[in-house]
């Protein structure tokens, strides 16, 4: 039986597509965007997660302590919790733990639990099913989004061929970072690729966001040379490739493609990745500044429809 790996299936997204859709989210990804605002789908596997909002603490309950068999959980320091009370949490050694999940099976309150479901592509299409009356009346439909959903390739174009055969309209949200003949495959069954490009200079790519973007770039060309239709999404991150210079570069590109492109779409950095990535309970740090003023992402929208692209803030 054909599985993936998912960590969600969010209903009623409208920021994914034309009209209302349905996403699913498929875990891993072969980038390291330090901004991530969903840092728990970059690993593969299934992780352990903890919610410090839902904790009731080690003396209301402590399961944990007792569950882990390897030992990785202890008391941490006693803190306070969201109303001021005392509090002590549990303290998780991830260089112990191997995400075996007895603890979350043990919390009462399910402030820890495992991000990561193997789910069949019956199971999902039945979910998928329940929501297209919605579809149909907006104009809506399902993208599969990660995470990067075609690093689990079977399991998206088995998605695709069921959704297309279904009559839903199909997106994919990609990074660009695979092999073409991945893509090529999934093209006939993919109404729309929602195309992210996060910079423009291959060093500064690899440097920051750990490969670079010759692939992603040739890949998004081949795209648009075989008829696809594209949402182009830049992240427009401080101190990264938000610079005047670097949306020039962002222009040049995307001009010669811009018959295949339906939108760009500048999406400004946001802090929501903040606590998820708190919820890992990993202990390196997350990149953080402060969002891009309006005034500046007027100016990066003007500048790239001065290059007859059609424009849009998220």
């Given at each position: 039986m054909?599985?993936?790996?998912?960590?969600?299936?969010?209903?009623?997204?409208?920021?994914d597509?034309?009209?209302?859709?349905?996403?699913?989210f498929?875990?891993g990804?072969?980038?390291?965007?330090?901004?991530?605002?969903?840092?728990e789908?970059?690993?593969?596997?299934?992780?352990?997660?903890?919610m410090?909002?839902?904790?009731?603490g080690?003396?209301?309950?402590?399961?944990?302590?007792t569950?882990?068999?390897?030992?990785?959980?202890?008391?941490?320091e006693e803190?306070t919790?969201?109303?001021g009370?005392?509090?002590?949490?549990?303290?998780?050694?991830?260089?112990?733990?191997d995400?075996?999940?007895?603890?979350?099976a043990?919390?009462?309150a399910?402030?820890?639990y495992?991000?990561?479901?193997?789910?069949?592509?019956?199971?999902?299409?039945?979910r998928l099913?329940?929501?297209?009356?919605?579809?149909?009346?907006?104009?809506?439909?399902?993208?599969?989004?990660?995470?990067?959903?075609?690093?689990?390739?079977?399991?998206?174009?088995?998605?695709?061929?069921?959704?297309?055969?279904?009559?839903?309209h199909?997106?994919?949200?990609?990074?660009?970072?695979?092999?073409?003949e991945?893509?090529e495959?999934?093209?006939p069954?993919?109404?729309?690729?929602?195309?992210?490009?996060?910079?423009m200079?291959?060093?500064?790519?690899?440097?920051?966001?750990?490969?670079?973007?010759?692939?992603?770039?040739?890949?998004?060309?081949?795209?648009?040379?075989?008829?696809?239709r594209?949402?182009?999404?830049?992240?427009?991150?401080?101190?990264?490739?938000?610079?005047?210079?670097?949306?020039?570069?962002y222009?040049a590109?995307?001009?010669?493609?811009?018959?295949?492109?339906?939108?760009?779409?500048?999406l400004?950095?946001?802090?929501?990745?903040?606590?998820?990535?708190?919820?890992?309970?990993?202990?390196?740090?997350?990149?953080?500044?402060?969002?891009?003023?309006?005034a500046?992402?007027?100016?990066?929208a003007g500048?790239?429809?001065a290059?007859?692209?059609?424009?849009?803030?998220?």
């Amino acid at each position: 039986m054909l599985t993936g790996k998912l960590y969600d299936i969010q209903g009623f997204s409208v920021q994914d597509g034309p009209g209302i859709r349905t996403t699913v989210f498929l875990k891993g990804c072969p980038l390291r965007c330090p901004w991530c605002h969903s840092p728990e789908s970059q690993a593969f596997p299934t992780e352990l997660n903890w919610m410090r909002v839902r904790c009731l603490g080690l003396d209301a309950c402590g399961a944990c302590l007792t569950a882990c068999p390897k030992g990785a959980i202890s008391a941490g320091e006693e803190t306070t919790d969201a109303a001021g009370a005392p509090i002590r949490y549990p303290d998780v050694d991830k260089r112990l733990c191997d995400d075996c999940g007895a603890c979350a099976a043990a919390c009462r309150a399910a402030a820890l639990y495992m991000c990561g479901t193997d789910t069949p592509v019956d199971e999902v299409m039945r979910r998928l099913k329940r929501d297209q009356p919605f579809f149909e009346e907006s104009g809506g439909g399902v993208t599969v989004s990660g995470g990067e959903c075609l690093c689990q390739p079977a399991f998206t174009l088995e998605l695709l061929k069921q959704c297309k055969a279904a009559g839903v309209h199909t997106a994919v949200d990609t990074t660009g970072y695979v092999k073409w003949e991945i893509l090529e495959q999934v093209l006939p069954y993919t109404d729309l690729f929602l195309y992210d490009l996060k910079c423009m200079d291959s060093a500064l790519h690899e440097q920051v966001i750990g490969v670079p973007n010759e692939l992603i770039l040739e890949n998004c060309q081949k795209l648009a040379a075989r008829g696809a239709r594209l949402q182009i999404r830049i992240p427009t991150i401080p101190l990264f490739n938000d610079s005047k210079a670097h949306f020039d570069r962002y222009g040049a590109f995307l001009r010669p493609l811009k018959d295949a492109i339906e939108v760009v779409q500048l999406l400004p950095y946001h802090k929501l990745g903040i606590s998820k990535h708190e919820r890992l309970l990993k202990k390196e740090k997350i990149f953080v500044a402060e969002p891009p003023s309006d005034a500046l992402m007027e100016e990066r929208a003007g500048q790239l429809r001065a290059y007859g692209l059609p424009v849009q803030i998220h």
